[in-house]
């Protein structure tokens, strides 16, 4: 039996970068979280030891900082391509990078009615997110984001599934519909407004959610990813991943009173997961880049 270094990789993970960039009283924010991941010829250090093709990961966060500083970092696509670019043409070695950013989103906060120059306020927990990754010349992009938490109060029902000796869940026609979306989509082309793109593709799942009369969490992502397919040709494929955040509707018999989907119980666990994929047909396979 032969034993051998399967696939590997190596990197300086969750690199927090904060930029400020000051337009006279007016300053621009970007807040990231940055992991670098390098591929290529690495088997010395496996095997032996030996450390002359590592590129430190201190070294790689230290690229982070400057390249933030040498140039705006402007939208998280060009500045993964930029860091995975580098890696890969700077080191004879490093055969593959994978960048993957965070963007924190931050609003101006309103003083008299209008924005404030440089006083802002978090209002979720919701992120932009890519991952680039460059392989010797080639370069996929894999934007995206992340809980972005969504809730309708009716227009959703969930019956007819099987049920045996272990089902107790009541099938309903009138439920409160609750998730929290996970959406990564692969560009194909090149040109690509990435800003432009990704707020047309939030708001399409945004509108697509709301207005999809549901039988069911599965039925409502295929149709999100499907309306993004349709609208926007520069994406080959997108997944998405949608827990169930279960409401449960309290019964309040017990006290003589009625409920009629009114006063409900928010579970956070267990739940549901809902993952999937939509993709066009004619859709090119990335291999590793994608997975």
């Keep these: 039996m032969a034993i051998k270094l399967g696939p590997n990789q190596y990197g300086k993970a969750e690199v927090r970068l904060v930029t400020v960039t000051r337009a006279g009283d007016v300053h621009h924010l970007k807040d990231l979280t940055v992991s670098t991941a390098l591929r290529g010829d690495l088997a010395k250090t496996h095997l032996t030891g030996d450390n002359s093709d590592v590129v430190a990961t201190d070294t790689q966060k230290n690229t982070v900082y400057a390249f933030a500083k040498e140039s705006p970092v402007g939208e998280i696509e060009d500045f993964g391509l930029r860091l995975a670019r580098h890696f890969v043409g700077r080191f004879g070695q490093i055969t593959g990078a994978r960048i993957t950013i965070d963007e924190h989103a931050w609003d101006r906060i309103a ?24 392989e010797n010349d080639r370069a996929w992009v894999v934007s995206g984001l992340r809980d972005l938490v969504v809730l309708k109060s009716t227009g959703s029902e969930f019956h007819g599934f099987p049920r045996d000796e272990y089902t107790t869940l009541a099938e309903t026609d009138d439920r409160i519909l609750a998730t929290a979306v996970t959406a990564q989509w692969r560009y194909q082309g090149s040109g690509i407004d ?37 609208a926007r040709g520069e994406v080959a494929e997108i997944r998405l991943s949608m827990p169930n955040k279960h409401h449960f509707v309290v019964d309040l018999s017990p006290f003589g009173l009625t409920n009629d989907n009114e006063v409900f119980h928010a579970a956070d666990r267990p739940y549901g997961l809902i993952e999937g994929t939509v993709l066009r047909d004619d859709a090119e396979d990335p291999g590793p880049a994608w997975r």
């Design 194 to 230: 990435w800003r432009k793109s990704f707020a047309e593709i939030r708001r399409i799942l945004l509108e697509t959610f709301a207005t999809k009369h549901s039988l069911s969490l599965q039925q409502t992502l295929y149709a999100m990813g499907e309306a993004v397919l349709e």
């Design 111 to 134: 003083v008299g009615g209008r924005p404030h120059d440089h006083a802002f306020s978090r209002s979720s927990e919701e992120k932009r997110t890519t991952v680039v990754t460059v």
